[in-house]
């Protein structure tokens, strides 16, 4: 099997317990006002399904996280797994490798690498909407906006964790750095949605995070991240970043 085969049968996996998790969540949450939000690459996939994702990234509250973990390690077989510094996660390894699922909760502050600074999940609140997933799969993600500012807050702690040589594994992070990149791309691209970016929330998330606004800049100087993405020249990356600074 060649590693693309095998990068796009993890994939699969992966997108086959997201299903079982909107299942899960819709037989218990008010499915017009949710308590999980799905964030990460198959939230950057309901916008422009360009890659998807091999982890699932949950923002939910304590109690649904419990429930939920107990409910993929006891029918799914999944099993405890956490990396230091990050949250509480369960893992199922499968033929074509491992997919992971990582709780994040509303009720905990996330810190932003190298600052005093910290995350509140309340920038979900109003602004999230149901979108669908491949077709067949819904669940709550956030706008444009507040997700292109949560994978910023990605590569910031990455580029951080790899420069003062904190990472656990330097050699994983760096390649989630460079999709975090080209996700954020992917949220731009204007051939797919990317000018329904909203520019007001997007300028007041940045004004309360001003460090961002480096590591968006930093988007277009990815090579690795340009390449990966592989539907926008640098020079268009340049360009559109370039006039989103200038508007925040």
């Given at each position: 099997?060649?590693?693309?085969?095998?990068?796009?049968?993890?994939?699969?996996?992966?997108?086959?317990?997201?299903?079982?998790?909107?299942?899960?969540?819709?037989?218990?949450?008010?499915?017009?006002?949710?308590?999980?939000?799905?964030?990460?690459?198959?939230?950057?996939?309901?916008?422009?399904?360009?890659?998807?994702?091999?982890?699932?990234?949950?923002?939910?509250?304590n109690s649904t996280r419990n429930s939920l973990n107990y409910y993929l390690r006891k029918e799914?077989?999944?099993?405890?797994?956490?990396?230091?510094?990050?949250?509480?996660?369960?893992?199922?390894?499968?033929?074509?490798?491992?997919?992971?699922?990582?709780?994040?909760?509303?009720?905990?502050?996330?810190?932003?690498?190298?600052?005093?600074?910290?995350?509140?999940?309340?920038?979900?609140?109003?602004?999230?909407?149901?979108?669908?997933?491949?077709?067949?799969?819904?669940?709550?993600?956030?706008?444009?906006?507040?997700?292109?500012?949560?994978?910023?807050?990605?590569?910031?702690?990455?580029?951080?964790?790899?420069?003062?040589?904190?990472?656990?594994?330097?050699?994983?992070?760096?390649?989630?750095?460079?999709?975090?990149?080209?996700?954020?791309?992917?949220?731009?691209?204007?051939?797919n949605g990317g000018n329904d970016v909203e520019i007001s929330v997007l300028g007041k998330?940045?004004?309360?995070?001003?460090?961002?606004?480096?590591?968006?800049?930093?988007?277009?100087?990815?090579?690795?991240?340009?390449?990966?993405?592989?539907?926008?020249?640098?020079?268009?990356?340049?360009?559109?970043?370039?006039?989103?600074?200038?508007?925040?």
């Amino acid at each position: 099997m060649s590693s693309y085969e095998k990068m796009s049968e993890i994939i699969n996996f992966s997108l086959d317990e997201l299903r079982v998790i909107t299942r899960y969540l819709h037989e218990r949450e008010d499915t017009d006002n949710p308590t999980t939000v799905l964030i990460g690459g198959w939230a950057v996939d309901s916008y422009n399904p360009w890659y998807g994702s091999v982890d699932i990234d949950l923002i939910t509250n304590n109690s649904t996280r419990n429930s939920l973990n107990y409910y993929l390690r006891k029918e799914r077989d999944f099993v405890p797994y956490r990396l230091p510094g990050q949250p509480r996660s369960v893992k199922k390894v499968t033929k074509a490798g491992s997919v992971i699922i990582d709780f994040a909760t509303r009720e905990k502050l996330f810190p932003f690498e190298g600052t005093h600074e910290y995350l509140d999940f309340s920038i979900l609140d109003g602004n999230t909407e149901t979108r669908a997933i491949r077709g067949n799969i819904e669940m709550a993600v956030p706008n444009r906006a507040t997700l292109i500012v949560l994978k910023l807050k990605a590569v910031w702690d990455r580029n951080n964790r790899i420069s003062q040589r904190k990472s656990y594994d330097i050699e994983w992070e760096s390649g989630k750095l460079v999709k975090d990149y080209a996700d954020i791309l992917a949220l731009i691209d204007p051939n797919n949605g990317g000018n329904d970016v909203e520019i007001s929330v997007l300028g007041k998330f940045m004004n309360t995070y001003p460090f961002l606004k480096e590591s968006l800049a930093s988007v277009s100087e990815s090579d690795d991240g340009i390449e990966k993405y592989g539907r926008m020249p640098e020079s268009t990356a340049k360009t559109i970043i370039g006039q989103i600074l200038s508007l925040i």
